[in-house]
């Protein structure tokens, strides 16, 4: 690929400030997928903020406890709903549809806090008095730094999370012996100090029940001796310095030093969603302990390396470069956000792009669990939603660029945990519904919950996560090939199919329907003028079953299974109603054409076929794509960060250049607040990049990256689109390791005198690439590059 003029690839790799941060989302993330950071770079009192991936609230006898249905529940009482939603019984439908709700799901823990206070010749640093002053997040290394001088002394902090060796490390040096240092672990949860001879240890007690942040409870937080304990957790640490090293109790101080080592490792009594937590906080203590001792048997360097090289292997697959204004390139990250609100900075969208897959690297490793509402990295012990998996968008969206910017191994967490949760939601499908196969609904947690949550029923009466999450399933064969995740999937592919086949009810014109059924959190006005949320077959819901049963009939295909089931799905299938086209042009919401309570609402639902689906396209279907698009402009940019980030990627299936554009600008403004905001006028980015709903939620980085990634290169129609919503206002980029769906990699050159491509097919397949109206069939080779240039 041909170099790209005007191109500084550090200033899309990399997060530089001048000061330390002083607010958490200022702070700089690492994580190895179990362990989470937070990392301040303070002068002279500094912190890095601690997480467990696996620590949660509560444990299965919880869950249990809070399961219980609110009113009538199976076959007969769906049929009541139903009964009165033919009446026109509006309320009643409401009233009888709560009956099917139980209490609420848990809630991701923040772990701790190591705390540590620097001093540097006796003299403890602070801002104004220190020169220098540096603070990075390198997202190739996936190391942040903190340096700075202080009367002559250079002082360096460097921080990284090791997948390998499964440890936080922390060097700290100077070039002098008059280094400093005081370490201590706290946490919000019940603790207790573990003494070490030369590190530190704290154990832990985890909550029993942890309400949402939004219920009104008189115990919000409750621990419990009884069975329904929840689980033990501890933190080990332990320190190497060429100083003078001393621990009491809950400190360890160095002196006179000129490089100080610590290596910390974490480990939950979590194993799995349906066991007890039983394990000791002592000896959790032990298994974090064994690992930072393996660890420090090891010298730094080695333990950068592995770190490095196994990060860098995935990282260094997919990156974009995008020229952008050359005065940005070595300006601090918060000051390039707040100027891209008046001026083009396309650098950092390369660096948005890039951040996006490093967070999926950092919070999302196989063998782990998915990535929640704030990844991995979660300092409130009462967050927001429970900082829980919420399946009606935005653990999803979280892993739309896992197979698009080739990180498929990332996205083995959320498809292996979408077989837990089947096999928790068959229960469910059956007591709640009377139905087979399996269900879940809008929230999920460590334990697998799968009930709707007590609540308004716009939000808890929506029990499609099963048919939605399924095509992850299906999209990682598409992505990759693989036959054998695909048999290993089947189950529950069926299953979920099972459920919505038994869910759909026949409709007074013959058509196959859904009730009751809402549009995930929005509401429609009612005849009598007020806001209503339960009715008849909302678009999401016959778009995602249509979807699932045409993904299991052709995997049926694929592995040469018969069974009676997936005929009947076809059969069904062709009952399905197209959506429908409404009075404004657009496509509707709901079986009716409802007016909505808030037409700018932020959830896109009723465009699930546009995106991620592909029932919709601009060429196979333009009444539906024109429809779609007419959706968008009523409901308008203004959002929240999640949802402006899934109307980028929408704009881009549309081939809309200029929405993405304006849309991925409106991502980037800084964001307003922290507090919770519902419409979206405190959308965007924190200084650190972390995304606001407000407040923060990584759906939206993961769903930008997704969306910039459609914006270059689309699959989903069969050929290979190159470039199909390029903003004018990138004349110049280059993006590599893009991949289409066959199990092909892409790269794409372009400058305004053309576009080149190389793609590397995984196995011999004939495509098709093109690149606006111009098509080009190409003969591709296993493991052999084909370049296409011009096109």
Not at 32 to 57: H, K, P, Y
Not at 361 to 370: E, F, K, M, Q, Y
Not at 460 to 487: C, E, I, K, Q, V
Request: hydrophobic residues 40%; contains cysteine.
């Amino acid at each position: 690929m041909s170099d790209l003029v005007g191109s500084d690839r550090s200033a899309a790799q990399r997060l530089r400030y001048d000061r330390p941060a002083e607010t958490w989302l200022e702070a700089l993330p690492l994580g190895n997928g179990r362990i989470g950071a937070m990392c301040f770079g303070g002068l002279g009192t500094d912190r890095i903020g601690l997480n467990d991936e696996t620590l949660w609230s509560g444990g299965p006898e919880t869950a249990r406890l809070l399961s219980a249905p609110l009113g009538a529940t199976g076959a007969e009482a769906v049929q009541e709903v139903r009964d009165a939603l033919t009446a026109g019984e509006l309320r009643r439908a409401h009233e009888l549809a709560g009956g099917f709700h139980s209490g609420y799901c848990q809630a991701y823990l923040p772990l701790g806090d190591l705390l540590m206070e620097v001093r540097v010749g006796g003299t403890t640093p602070a801002v104004g008095e220190v020169a220098q002053y540096r603070r990075e997040l390198d997202l190739d290394t996936a190391t942040a730094t903190a340096e700075y001088e202080l009367g002559g002394v250079a002082v360096r902090q460097e921080v990284f999370v090791s997948a390998p060796d499964g440890v936080l490390v922390v060097r700290l040096t100077a070039s002098e012996p008059v280094l400093g240092l005081t370490c201590r672990l706290t946490s919000q949860l019940q603790s207790q100090p573990h003494p070490v001879e030369d590190g530190l240890g704290l154990l832990l007690q985890a909550p029993a029940d942890v309400a949402p942040h939004h219920r009104d409870v008189p115990v919000p937080i409750r621990y419990s001796d009884g069975a329904d304990r929840g689980m033990e957790a501890a933190i080990a640490l332990r320190a190497t310095t060429d100083g003078q090293l001393r621990a009491v109790d809950t400190e360890l101080t160095v002196e006179e030093a000129t490089e100080v080592v610590l290596i910390l490792s974490t480990d939950t009594g979590y194993d799995g969603p349906s066991t007890s937590p039983t394990r000791s906080a002592t000896e959790c203590w032990a298994a974090g302990d064994q690992k930072v001792l393996a660890a420090r048997d090891r010298t730094y360097d080695e333990l950068v390396a592995d770190h490095r090289e196994d990060h860098q292997q995935l990282f260094r697959r997919s990156s974009l470069e995008l020229p952008g204004p050359a005065e940005n390139a070595d300006l601090p990250t918060d000051v390039r956000v707040a100027g891209a609100v008046d001026v083009e900075d396309p650098a950092l969208v390369a660096l948005l792009f890039n951040y996006g897959r490093y967070l999926m690297i950092a919070g999302s490793r196989s063998g782990g669990l998915p990535t929640n509402l704030q990844g991995i990295w979660n300092d409130i012990l009462r967050p927001p939603w429970s900082s829980n998996f919420t399946v009606n968008i935005n653990t999803e969206m979280n892993y739309w660029p896992a197979e698009t910017t080739n990180l498929s191994e990332c996205h083995e967490p959320l498809l292996r945990y979408i077989g837990q949760l089947a096999e928790a939601g068959r229960p469910t499908a059956k007591e709640r519904y009377g139905c087979g196969g399996w269900t879940a609904h809008h929230n999920a947690d460590a334990w697998c919950w799968s009930f709707p949550v007590e609540g308004d029923p716009r939000w808890s009466n929506w029990p499609m996560a099963g048919a939605w999450l399924a095509r992850h399933l299906w999209d990682h064969y598409a992505f990759t090939g693989d036959l054998d995740s695909l048999r290993e999937s089947w189950r529950v592919l069926l299953g979920a199919a099972e459920f919505c086949l038994d869910w759909l009810t026949e409709m007074p014109d013959g058509t196959l329907g859904t009730a009751p059924s809402t549009s995930p959190e929005n509401t429609y006005l009612a005849d009598d003028g007020q806001p209503a949320s339960v009715t008849w077959s909302s678009t999401m819901d016959l778009a995602l079953i249509s979807d699932l049963f045409q993904r299991v009939e052709r995997a049926a295909e694929l592995l040469d299974i018969v069974d009676p089931l997936v005929g009947e799905l076809s059969t069904a299938r062709k009952r399905i109603p197209e959506p429908a086209i409404g009075s404004r042009g657009q496509l509707q919401e709901w079986l009716a054409d409802l007016p909505e309570e808030e037409p700018h609402h932020r959830h896109m639902s009723h465009l699930v076929g546009l995106h991620p689906g592909d029932a919709i396209t601009p060429d196979g279907t333009p009444a539906l794509a024109a429809a779609a698009a007419r959706t968008l402009e009523l409901r308008g940019d203004q959002a929240t960060g999640w949802s402006l980030a899934w109307k980028i990627n929408l704009y881009a299936r549309l081939r809309d250049a200029a929405g993405t554009h304006r849309l991925v600008r409106a991502f980037l403004a800084p964001a307003g607040d922290t507090s919770t905001d519902y419409v979206g006028s405190g959308a965007g980015v924190y200084p650190n990049l972390f995304c606001a709903h407000p407040p923060f939620q990584i759906d939206g980085n993961f769903g930008a990256t997704a969306g910039i990634a459609e914006m270059l290169l689309q699959s989903h129609t069969g050929e290979i689109e190159l470039l199909p919503a390029l903003p004018a206002e990138w004349p110049s980029g280059r993006v590599t390791g893009l991949r289409a769906r066959g199990g092909v990699t892409v790269d794409i050159a372009w400058t305004p005198a053309g576009v080149e491509a190389v793609l590397t097919a995984d196995r011999d397949q004939e495509r098709v690439v093109r690149h606006g109206d111009d098509r080009v069939p190409v003969r591709l080779t296993a493991g052999v590059g084909h370049r296409v240039s011009p096109i």
